[in-house]
């Protein structure tokens, strides 16, 4: 479930921002903590000196500036890499219920296969994830490979993912959806090309979910 | 001073003693004075602080293990749902109101507020919608949809029981006293001040109290709006957020944000108020860069409204869109940051000295810049993708709000004790305080950032053990246990303090504002003569100001008629223009509320003929409470001490009334433009249309409403300018009132014949919802205009005092606007954009 | 009546290069998303499409509007109250070019991405 262990692109890129920030954000506190326990000490040495439109100007302006300059350019970039621009390799829809996730599949031969609370990716490929819900709002999220999206009534919002890394992850319900919050937890299982194809050729077929969520 | 003048000043001491007090017993239901309600206000959240505080404990409790059976689901979404709900709107802002309406008249140098009887009104609202919260909980039946209250999970379909409806109708009654706060402080600090107060002088306190009123007054009308919407949704049907029948979830969305991000710069700015306000006493110097901080301040209120969507990042807006709200959610950190270094170059540039209101103000520039860094970091969209709705902003919030308006607030409570209850400070236990909060909240939120970047979502009740979050949230659980003995320490002392605490000597921080000249504590009268001030810090810079104001050398040193007396000024120039007569003790507040209460009430159990009773008779306590205000004879201009004569304020043009009409007609337009935002919003973004059918009704008859209207509000400009020409307003009230009348009905006809059940459709929602809005304003004008004709023939109005006619011409040239802009819309919207299902 | 008389115009004056920002803001949000909503601009048009152009002139009205105020911020003294200490009215001269000039970079860092991206994606 975390964040800093990525296994696909935009989560790679992201953990990668969050220590940077953290890191600057530690330096600042510092900064801002010494400043503030020197100049507020009774015993130190003198005033400062500077003017006072120097110190706003510096501190004020230039400063929070400098930061968030750097920090928007790099966010728009970075934001705008995630998205679902170039056309995807693979779909999957994936449908919020009180209080477990359907995905549902359209295999190559048209067939299509619906799973609960388990999704099966293969790695090294754009996939886009059709998020849609039939209740209430829910948040489609998977720590290790992506950002999350929320689940709208009425609306289809479409996540783009890339699994790096094959393994097991796990995707949690992240926006409040009521009693069954806590557990509307699903699994990731990221496949090597191969070991995909085999195994949706092997899933069962459409209409084999049960509403309660378990698995069929 | 020989001792018959100090007899004399004895006597005149025990006159204004007299005009000010409130009598005792039951008569306390009947209070007004600032200083009381404010009181009240202060106390009353600082009880539901501590309700709050134990409804925290519950939840750390509940995850400090894994797999924890403390408490199942249910009770642990009534929890974190009360949690923040009465954190929110129970505790914090309830206590910024009470400080302000306690504080800013002694800032200023005023002997009370502009409409002291508002403020008491505002505080019963207050009372009662937190007491209806409250009993909901104790019976089990307490919100559970969380703060947010996001629809659909807030709705008629997923929360069938009575707990969503406490919700809506609880914190829409207590927002009617915050909407009060808001036009009592704008007009307060612009009117209410003391001679020689100019914009420049006045203390900085009230820049932020009155930047902060007035994003109140524009904050809250979405909130209110989306309340009524759901609330009507819920109640009837109306399917205004209903994607199945032209609604749309988001548009709660918008709404609640739009006023939930302004709120949290609502809940800091009065706290960086009090910050400015210790800085340069401890400092001992004044403060550096007082233009910057206002500009900055300015700056806060305006930018603060182009941020709400940053608590959207995930729904699913366009990328462009989310930059426009991360730009302006990151640059709010540059008013921000100049606050913080005009501080820090405060004390730099003097010479500090140490206290205990000190080491909290570390407390609070450690845990609030922290807070404002992960702050910037969540405005970046694609780690808000990440970190959004987990603990990471659970840790982000408590450090901005605990850091940002706790702390500062634990500072001015020992800063200001002394002023409030006359008991000078002890050092040791509060320093126990400081250290048991300060460890206690560092251990419980600073290492949840990173359970949060773990991955742990917000609002679960339980989590499975292995996922590397089980120490993580021990540690909070017992870090927010230290931090509770810490607050219980704070209360301990406040308590044993109030009650055996040595006595303070006058201003014991030596602290340059007005405010310290008073009695500690102060009397109920605030000023014995309100002082001319020349300085920003008149107790610093002016000698001997002090035994001016209490030997009555300032202004209004002598109580005539009984009167409660306090000076009006030119919002700018501070130059004295008028003087204010302020209403005295009544139950009418008391009574209105509860009427108030009685509306609200019918609406939660359903019962709709109560509630139709209700706010009938509110409106006739209304209608008595405007009949017993003003004079009922012309004065001559007045002696105001200090050599000059004023008149009184219900004969002059610029009163406080005046201006709490304009702020409420600001809050009515917010209210209005949010509701046609709303309206296109539908149209334009929501699934579901266009609708079946829209309106139908003769177009003539859309042309007669907005021909009365205009004529209405013409007839009542005449009436004021024929009565300042000294001709009765007979005719034209008449005219007035009828056309009034016609509108109301013309538009009455349209709702009731013209548009198809609003339950069919949004389309049909909005439009009666908007048209019975505009139905709604043309009656009050009717009322108002009849309510002027018998106030005239009582002789409650001359050429001298039109305060009544001014402020009727008001609302109905503001009803005029509104409604021939709805009645435009509602017609020209289905032929320019046309298309049925 | 005249606001000026009662110092509301004043205080709005000190206000106006926020008001201004907010007014971009208002604009420039709405604007685009009625846009997008109407038309089909691709994800790969590139800045020269009707949208982005918009956006820019939204963007260089207002930042017209704020030079504006600067001139005349930087030419003319505020007008003074009847009565008026000169030290106030240096104040709210201060605070006025102040907002402005905060404004004026609020509304350059949040006009800029507009010209990094093209409007209708995501």
Redesign the interface.
């Known amino acids: 479930?975390?964040?800093?262990a990525p296994a696909g692109q935009?989560?790679t890129?992201?953990a990668w921002?969050?220590w940077v920030?953290?890191a600057?954000?530690v330096l600042?506190?510092a900064l801002?903590?010494a400043?503030?326990?020197?100049?507020?000490?009774?015993a130190r040495a003198e005033?400062?000196r500077?003017s006072?439109q120097r110190?706003?100007i510096?501190?004020?302006?230039i400063?929070?500036?400098s930061?968030?300059?750097l920090?928007?350019?790099?966010?728009?970039?970075?934001?705008?890499s995630?998205?679902p621009?170039d056309a995807p390799d693979l779909q999957v829809r994936a449908i919020g219920h009180?209080w477990w996730w359907q995905f549902e599949y359209t295999g190559p031969d048209g067939r299509v296969v619906r799973l609960a609370n388990e999704l099966h990716l293969p790695v090294d490929v754009r996939v886009d994830v059709l998020i849609e819900s039939v209740?209430?709002?829910h948040?489609f999220?998977v720590?290790a490979l992506?950002?999350?999206?929320?689940a709208?009534?009425?609306?289809t919002?479409t996540l783009r993912l890339m699994p790096t890394r094959p393994g097991r992850y796990?995707g949690?319900?992240?926006?409040?959806?009521?009693?069954?919050?806590?557990h509307m937890r699903f699994e990731v299982t990221v496949h090597e090309a191969g070991a995909y194809a085999n195994w949706l050729a092997a899933a069962p077929a459409a209409g084999e979910v049960r509403s309660d969520g378990s698995k069929p | 001073m020989s001792s018959e003048n100090a007899d004399l000043n004895q006597t005149r001491l025990e006159a204004l003693s007299a005009a000010f007090a409130t009598p005792p017993g039951w008569g306390r239901l009947a209070a007004v004075n600032h200083s009381i309600i404010g009181l009240r206000f202060i106390a009353t959240s600082l009880v539901f602080f501590v309700i709050g505080g134990l409804l925290s404990m519950l939840i750390r409790a509940q995850l400090a293990i894994p797999g924890n059976r403390f408490l199942d689901h249910d009770s642990y979404n009534q929890i974190f749902t009360m949690h923040g709900t009465v954190m929110m709107f129970l505790f914090a802002i309830p206590l910024i109101e009470g400080l302000a309406l306690y504080f800013i008249p002694k800032y200023l140098g005023a002997r009370d507020l502009s409409f002291p009887r508002l403020s008491a009104f505002g505080y019963w609202c207050y009372l009662f919608g937190g007491a209806t919260l409250l009993l909901a909980m104790f019976a089990g039946v307490a919100p559970d949809s969380g703060w947010f209250m996001y629809t659909p999970l807030s709705s008629g379909e997923y929360s069938p029981g009575i707990n969503a409806d406490v919700w809506l109708i609880g914190v829409t009654f207590v927002e009617v006293s915050a909407i009060a706060f808001g036009i009592e402080l704008v007009a307060t600090v612009l009117k209410v001040r003391t001679g020689g107060m100019s914009l420049n002088r006045m203390p900085l306190f009230g820049w932020y109290i009155l930047i902060t009123a007035l994003m109140m007054v524009v904050g809250f009308p979405p909130l209110i709006l989306g309340s009524i919407l759901l609330e009507l949704e819920r109640a009837f049907g109306w399917p205004f957020f209903d994607v199945a029948l032209g609604g749309d979830p988001l548009l709660w969305q918008h709404l609640f944000w739009l006023f939930g991000h302004p709120e949290v710069y609502i809940i800091f700015l009065p706290a960086a108020g009090a910050v400015s306000m210790m800085i340069p006493t401890f400092a001992r110097r004044p403060i550096v860069g007082y233009p910057w901080i206002v500009a900055a301040i300015i700056g806060t209120g305006f930018i603060s409204f182009g941020l709400w969507v940053h608590h959207m990042f995930t729904v699913g807006i366009p990328q462009l869109a989310l930059v426009f709200f991360s730009a302006a959610s990151m640059f709010v950190a540059v008013p921000t940051a100049i606050q913080f270094f005009a501080w820090l170059a405060t004390l730099w540039k003097g010479r500090p000295v140490r206290s205990l209101p000190m080491l909290y103000l570390f407390g609070f520039l450690f845990t609030f810049v922290c807070g404002g860094l992960t702050g910037v970091m969540l405005a970046l969209v694609p780690f808000n993708w990440q970190a959004h709705d987990t603990h990471f902003v659970v840790a982000h919030l408590h450090f901005v709000l605990i850091g940002g308006f706790v702390f500062p607030l634990l500072a001015a409570a020992y800063y200001w004790l002394p002023l409030m209850s006359g008991r000078a400070p002890s050092e040791t236990m509060g320093k126990w305080g400081f250290w048991l909060i300060f460890i206690g909240f560092n251990l419980t939120f600073l290492h949840m950032h990173l359970t949060g970047l773990l991955g742990m979502p917000r609002r679960v009740y339980t989590y499975s053990t292995g996922l590397g979050w089980d120490g993580l949230n021990l540690v909070s659980s017992i870090g927010g246990f230290v931090l509770t003995i810490g607050f219980a320490m704070f209360f301990l002392d406040l308590v044993v303090r109030l009650w055996a605490g040595r006595n303070s000597e006058g201003n014991p921080w030596q602290a340059g504002t007005l405010e310290w000249s008073l009695a500690h504590p102060p009397a109920a009268y605030n000023f014995a003569s309100q002082p001319e001030v020349q300085s920003r810090e008149p107790l610093w810079e002016q000698q001997d100001i002090e035994r001016q104001i209490r030997d009555g050398e300032g202004y209004l040193p002598q109580v005539r008629h009984g009167w409660q007396e306090t000076l009006g000024v030119h919002a700018v120039t501070g130059k004295p223009d008028q003087i204010i007569l302020l209403p005295g003790p009544s139950y009418l507040p008391l009574i209105a509320a509860a009427l108030l209460g009685v509306f609200f009430l019918g609406f939660l159990f359903k019962l709709y003929w109560i509630s139709a009773v209700g706010a009938v008779v509110a409106l006739l306590v209304g209608l008595r409470w405007a009949w017993i205000t003003g004079l009922d004879r012309d004065w001559p201009k007045l002696d105001a001490g200090r050599g000059i004569e004023l008149p009184l304020h219900a004969q002059v043009r610029d009163a406080p009334g005046w201006w709490g009409m304009a702020v409420g007609l600001l809050v009515n337009g917010t209210f209005y433009i949010t509701l046609l935002f709303g309206y296109l919003y539908l149209w334009a973004v929501a699934p579901g249309w266009p609708p079946p059918t829209f309106i139908d009704s003769p177009i003539l008859l859309a042309f007669l409403s907005a021909l009365a209207i205009a004529v209405s509000a013409f007839a009542l400009d005449r009436s004021v300018r024929g009565n300042a020409d000294g001709r009765p307003p007979t005719l034209t009230l008449i005219v007035a009132l009828v056309s009034a009348l016609v509108a109301t009905i013309a538009l009455s006809v349209e709702l009731a014949t013209g548009i198809a059940p609003p339950s069919s459709h949004a389309y049909a929602a909005t439009t009666t919802f908007l048209l019975g809005y505009c139905a709604l304003h043309t009656g009050l004008t009717a009322v108002m205009s009849g309510h002027a004709l018998l106030r005239w023939r009582h002789g409650y109005i001359s050429p001298l005092r039109s305060l009544d006619l001014r402020v009727i011409r008001l609302w109905a040239g503001y009803t005029a606007v509104v409604t021939v802009i709805a009645l435009a819309l509602v017609h020209g919207l289905p032929k320019l954009l046309g298309g049925v299902a | 009546m005249k606001a000026r008389g009662v110092g509301a115009a004043a205080l709005i004056r000190m206000s106006a290069g926020a008001i201004v920002w907010v007014s971009a803001f208002v604009v420039l949000y709405s604007g685009y998303s009625l846009g997008c909503q109407n038309l089909d601009i691709a994800a790969d048009a590139g800045l020269a499409n009707p949208v982005t152009l918009a956006l820019v002139v939204v963007v260089l009205v207002h930042g017209a509007v704020m030079i504006w105020l600067f001139s005349r911020w930087y030419r003319r003294p505020v007008m003074a109250q009847p009565g008026e200490p000169d030290a106030s009215q240096i104040f709210r001269h201060r605070v006025e070019g102040l907002v402005l000039l905060m404004s004026s970079a609020a509304l350059v860092f949040l006009a800029f991405p507009v010209l990094m991206i093209p409007p209708c994606v995501g």
């Open positions: 479930m975390s964040t800093l935009a989560a890129d992201i921002i969050t920030m953290l600057g954000a600042l506190m801002m903590s400043l503030w326990l020197h100049a507020s000490h009774p005033p400062l500077w006072d110190i706003l510096g501190g004020g302006l400063l929070p500036l930061v968030i300059v920090l928007l350019i790099y966010g728009v970039r970075s934001g705008q995630m998205l621009v009180q209740d209430v709002i948040s999220w720590p992506g950002g999350k999206l929320d709208i009534p009425g609306r919002n796990q949690q319900c992240a926006e409040f959806c009521g009693a069954g919050h806590a």
